[in-house]
């Protein structure tokens, strides 16, 4: 699986985006995440979903803000992200894995991750 994320760009506090995790080669995998790694930091957990049941989880600093969904038709994941702050910004990165474990927010779990794609929220 080959993923291509796309949609970042600079925005004001506020402001919203929206990510899109496309697919191409085999069949999209039945988990996909998004991750992030801000600036001098490590890469965190954001978002996932699974794609058979559409079932979705996200970490405590996004809840309410961002909204991960799916269309399998078009193999893409998208994420919604409203209400951004400066302490959004960072290279976003989705991630798909081919069979479901337990844990959902940890690299790991995860065979095939995508290029990144940077979003800056200025204040």
């Known amino acids: 699986v080959q993923l291509q994320a796309s949609g970042g760009g600079l925005v004001q506090a506020g402001g919203s985006l929206r990510l899109s995790c496309s697919a191409s080669g085999r069949t999209f995998s039945r988990l996909v995440g998004w991750f992030r790694q801000p600036p001098g930091k490590d890469r965190e957990f954001v978002a996932a979903?699974?794609?058979?049941?559409?079932?979705?989880f996200y970490a405590d600093s996004v809840k309410g803000r961002f909204t991960i969904s799916r269309d399998n038709v078009k193999n893409t994941v998208y994420l919604q992200m409203n209400s951004l702050k400066p302490e959004d910004t960072a290279v976003y990165y989705c991630?798909?894995?081919?069979?479901?474990?337990?844990?959902?927010?940890?690299?790991?779990?995860?065979?095939?991750w995508g290029q990144g794609t940077l979003v800056t929220v200025s204040s």
């Open positions: 979903i699974t794609l058979s049941t559409g079932s979705t």
């Open positions: 991630a798909a894995a081919q069979t479901l474990r337990i844990t959902y927010d940890t690299e790991p779990t995860y065979d095939n």
